[in-house]
């Protein structure tokens, strides 16, 4: 499980570090940071997957995702004595992100490409892409020396052995290659690999659809699906898998609890299923092109958080959305029965689900861990936090 999460120039994040428990909701007004937050997780998922440069890339580059203030907020400036102005960077570019819990923790450190080595070395059209100048992996809640598993600095790799001593790994990676990608070998670096599989468990959802033509509504070849999938298309067979290697009883309850007397049913179509929902009263049952956009955005949460193979961690972005004030308890409920098997954070608008989870939260024996977002001179900051003294020890590797 994560304890703590660090950002650094990210955004609106330009330092930004929370504690996390099972149960976490991030609130805010709009504009406060939350995207950011979803996102920088998104972008450490990444990381282990090799893709993060390009997720970067999709972002506008990091000329376009850099902390855009200021490296020092002045007192004069908090105080409204003196204007924001801007400066000359006085360090190098540097884009953070980390993690760390009981058993590991992970730093990555995102710069500008270093300049061609020789006046005869050929141009390249990829001089926007960052690259990674910094990894590292150590045990325990805090980098410390003596705690560091693997580090990396620019191309090269150092790895400690099981006496204690360093190894160098073999080759050298490219500047925009993960050592989590590269490097994952169970017999010379059994941390990376671990750390790796860790972060490619994660899973997120993120705004769904649910208009007439998405994918969740369609009829589509069946076959068993533990996790459901980012647009909801195998949405029919995931909720047959709950029902037959899941908990069903779990699945028949969300339902009607959400929808009294209400059972879902997945008619087989010659191996295409169709999703529908018997509704008590009715004589025939509502397929999906026929269910409203709260009613199915309902069944895809169900589908995700019920899942028989629940992620190390899930993330939930806004998952109030188009759903009627009436399903925000049984979603709250949905969650929190998720939070047997899975860490879980809940970036949410609503007010009502924050409270729908705090009250249900003392049910189930479980804190809330709440965290609510307030941005000050464009910087996004935990809001009743004073300083440094109030946020989880973290140190990032230096370059």
């Not at 003196?82 to 992100?97: A, D, E, K, N, Y």
């Not at 199915?296 to 995700?304: G, I």
């Not at 009627?324 to 689900?353: G, N, S």
């Amino acid at each position: 499980m994560i304890s703590t999460l660090a950002v650094e120039n990210y955004r609106s994040l330009r330092r930004l570090i929370v504690p996390l428990t099972r149960l976490n909701v991030i609130t805010g007004a709009n504009g406060t940071g939350k995207s950011s937050l979803y996102r920088s997780l998104r972008l450490l998922a990444a990381s282990a997957r090799g893709g993060a440069v390009a997720a970067l890339a999709q972002e506008g580059g990091l000329p376009s995702v850099l902390w855009a203030g200021p490296e020092k907020i002045s007192r004069a400036v908090r105080e409204g004595t003196h204007p924001v102005q801007g400066t000359v960077r006085s360090g190098p570019v540097s884009l953070q992100l980390g993690f760390a819990g009981d058993e590991f923790g992970y730093a990555v450190d995102f710069g500008h490409p270093s300049p061609a080595p020789g006046a005869g070395s050929a141009p390249s059209m990829f001089n926007l892409d960052p690259e990674i100048k910094r990894e590292s992996i150590w045990s325990g809640p805090v980098l410390r020396p003596a705690s560091v598993l693997s580090d990396r600095a620019g191309a090269a790799v150092k790895l400690r052995g099981a006496g204690g001593g360093w190894s160098r790994a073999h080759g050298t990676l490219r500047p925009y290659d993960s050592m989590l990608g590269e490097l994952a070998d169970p017999q010379h670096a059994p941390d990376v690999l671990a750390v790796r599989e860790f972060i490619r468990s994660w899973r997120f959802y993120d705004h769904v659809r649910t208009d007439a033509d998405a994918p969740a509504r369609a009829d589509r070849i069946g076959t068993r699906t533990p996790v459901l999938s980012g647009d909801g298309s195998d949405l029919a067979a995931a909720l047959q898998t709950i029902r037959e290697i899941g908990d069903a009883e779990a699945l028949d309850a969300a339902v009607d609890a959400a929808f009294p007397g209400s059972r879902v049913h997945i008619a087989d179509l010659g191996g295409r299923f169709q999703l529908a929902l018997r509704q008590h009263g009715l004589l025939r049952v509502l397929t999906a092109t026929e269910l409203s956009d709260g009613t199915l955005r309902y069944l895809l949460w169900a589908a995700a958080l019920l899942t028989p193979r629940p992620p190390s961690l899930l993330v939930l972005n806004e998952p109030e959305t188009s759903l009627h004030p009436d399903l925000i308890p049984p979603l709250a409920d949905l969650i929190l029965t998720a939070t047997k098997d899975t860490q879980i954070i809940v970036v949410t608008h609503a007010r009502p689900l924050a409270d729908a989870l705090q009250k249900g939260a003392i049910r189930h024996r479980l804190d809330v861990n709440s965290i609510e977002l307030v941005k000050e001179f464009g910087q996004t900051t935990v809001a009743g936090r004073e300083g440094p003294l109030d946020e989880p020890l973290w140190y990032w590797p230096k370059r």
